[in-house]
């Protein structure tokens, strides 16, 4: 699609799907259409009743008094009322806009939560969160300007060429000859600032997923002394998005003074032909009084809105984005399909083939057979797609070729949920949110009771440094709150997966956070977690798998040796080679 196509204009495809978005709250919708006709005719009969009263005033002595007083009282009824109703108007806005933006984020936080987790991983995350924060911003504040414009702006059009007519056709016509003008130079210089809008909040979505992604790995940074560098980055970001938003400006901050300008000899062309006409005694003077208000009403939506272009081009720039994000496609439904139901526990790749991308193969004609309870280590050099066999049972992934059998279903044909719900998990990167130790342990059973979640934390050996947390279990952690170890993270993580009790295990070197003291008693625990369960290990370090059943050793996707401890030792092929090379190391750092 052409960047002219994707630029706003009123066939926008994202700008009617955001006006259907505000019709859908219909009451609101109907009351401020109701609020800003009512309201703003009210305020039109003003200029009118203004030329009547000033028609009263005959000349010197000559006033007449009772009819005046009668005007002066009706209009400031009516400027009141009038005044009320923008108040109405104002505040039906704001609930409008608030509701529409609340089920937007609603629907961008929803729909993050339905893509699959290979969309995700393709996406600059701090981009993900800047479309549920600026970007939804900048439509709320585009609609807050926008709607109560755009509806007191046609009402006020309508209305002031209406009265116009009547008070004199000839010269509403000359004022209509100049409007196209004034239009056409509002949509041209209009045009020149959609691209860079669009520009400015793509740019804003980078820019925050590079803070983003600095700030989470400062240490990293900091520990490659490569601040001046990143901070270079982060400059050359700023200035495209400086220069953009720069240009962006310009461009919508001329409308406005550009369109004034026209208006301003629309106003003093009708101030003259009224005046000829009023000296020729065709118009009273109190009718030349209201014409010219109302030529200045006339010309104050069109100014209004150029004035606020600023707002809605960024907003129908964000409201793209957002809506990117919520046409994202999702996980198919499968609600129809059958739980799986883990009996034993036998685990079945027959000809399974996956690649990230087509023309780079990783896993092919993978076939498998692990038996019930076994617990199998997974190892390999970086690479070698061990995380990948653990996404392809977890579906996070899917198989381009092949099948996976958890006791003869085939997971493809059953509720992901039940799926992952068999799984626990304990991976090498802790994930712990700001909540309670307690909400943090029980993140996978929210109902469990304080007695399970201290019986997982001890068999976790997780307990002891609990106790001495400020308020033990009801500790507050995370950001801003009290901050733990790595490996108190990771102990948390595992009491997490003790409180489940799933059928099924993946661990992602679960003890690599820990010291050596304790990673001897979480391997203990662990084995009695894994106690007739079918367990995955990813191994990093090859001396924490010696008791595996089943040992995988992967390179480039397949699956190059299998067995024991013992038998790839004889074997004395890759694996045998892996684990020298560790011990070697381990050797000369001695």
């Known amino acids: 699609m052409s960047k002219r196509k994707k630029s706003f204009h009123p066939a926008d495809p994202t700008f009617w799907r955001l006006i259907r978005l505000i019709a859908e709250q219909k009451i609101l919708f109907a009351g401020i259409i109701a609020t800003a006709i009512l309201s ?26 009772d009819r005046l007083r009668q005007l002066v009282l009706l209009l400031l009824i009516l400027f009141v009322f009038g005044s009320a109703g923008q108040w109405s108007l104002s505040v039906l806005t704001t609930h409008l806009a608030s509701r529409v933006v609340r089920r937007l984020r609603e629907n961008c936080f929803k729909r993050i939560n339905q893509v699959p987790l290979s969309v995700l991983d393709k996406k600059s995350h701090g981009d993900m969160v800047n479309r549920l924060t600026y970007d939804l911003d900048a439509i709320m504040d585009g609609m807050l300007t926008g ?60 820019l925050n997923g590079m803070a983003e992604e600095m700030i989470e790995n400062m240490n990293v940074i900091q520990a490659f002394r490569s ?15 400086y220069q953009s938003g ?10 406005n003074p550009a369109t004034r300008l026209i208006n301003h000899f629309a106003y003093i062309s009708v101030a003259i032909l009224s005046s000829l006409l009023a000296i020729g005694g065709t118009m009273t003077i109190g009718q030349m009084a ?24 960024s907003a129908i720039a964000s409201a793209r984005r957002v809506f990117n994000l919520i046409d994202t496609e999702i996980e198919s439904d499968d609600r129809h399909l059958p739980g799986l139901v883990v009996q034993n526990g036998e685990i079945v790749f027959s000809n399974a083939s996956f690649s990230y991308r087509r023309d780079q193969h990783l896993i092919q004609d993978l076939s498998l057979k692990i038996k019930s309870g076994q617990m199998v280590a997974i190892v390999g050099p970086t690479g070698a797609g061990k995380t990948t066999l653990v996404n392809l049972l977890l579906r996070f992934y899917e198989l381009d070729a092949g099948s996976i059998e958890i006791d003869g279903q085939d997971i493809s044909q059953v509720k992901r949920d039940s799926l992952r719900t ?13 909540g309670t130790v307690h909400d943090n342990i029980a993140f996978g059973m929210p109902e469990a009771d304080s007695l399970a979640v201290e019986e997982a934390a001890r068999q976790a050996h997780a307990h002891t440094f609990i106790r001495r947390l400020p308020d033990g279990y009801q500790t507050m952690i995370g950001a801003g709150h009290t901050v733990l170890s790595q490996g108190q993270q990771q102990l948390l993580t595992i009491a997490r997966a003790f409180l ?22 979480i391997q203990h625990a662990l084995r009695s977690l894994m106690h007739g369960r079918t367990s995955f290990v990813i191994a990093h370090r090859l001396s924490t798998i010696r008791e595996a059943d089943l040992i995988l050793v992967m390179k480039d996707g397949n699956i190059i040796e299998k067995g024991d401890h013992n038998q790839l030792i004889e074997q004395n092929g890759f694996y045998r ?5 560790q011990f070697a190391g381990i050797m000369n750092n001695q």
């Not at 703003?40 to 008094?65: C, E, K, S, T, Y």
């Open 246 to 255: 720069q240009k962006a400006q310009f461009y919508s901050s001329m409308t």
């Open 40 to 65: 703003n005719l009210i305020v039109l009969l003003g200029p009118r009743l203004i030329g009547q009263a000033i028609d009263q005033m005959i000349g010197p002595g000559d006033i007449l008094w």
């Open 422 to 434: 068999a799984f626990g998990m304990v991976l090498q990167d802790t994930w712990l949110f700001t």
């Open 147 to 206: 709607l109560s414009q755009a509806f007191t702006g046609l009402v006020t059009l309508a209305g002031s060429l209406i009265f116009m007519f009547w008070l004199n056709p000839l010269i509403t016509l000359l004022v209509l000859a100049l409007m196209p003008l004034s239009f056409k130079l509002a949509g041209t210089i209009a045009r020149k600032s959609r691209q860079k809008f669009r520009e400015q909040s793509e740019i804003s979505g980078e």
């Open 290 to 313: 209201s014409f010219l208000v109302y030529v200045t009403q006339f010309a104050r939506p069109i100014n209004e809105i150029t004035s606020v272009a600023t707002q809605l081009q």
């Open 500 to 521: 489940v009790q799933p059928p099924l295990l993946l661990l992602d070197e679960a003890t690599s956070s820990v010291d050596t003291h304790t990673e001897l008693q």
């Open 227 to 241: 601040q001046a560098r990143q901070i270079g980055r982060y400059q050359k970001i700023n200035e495209r998005l």
């Open 577 to 581: 080679q892996l684990l020298d090379s």
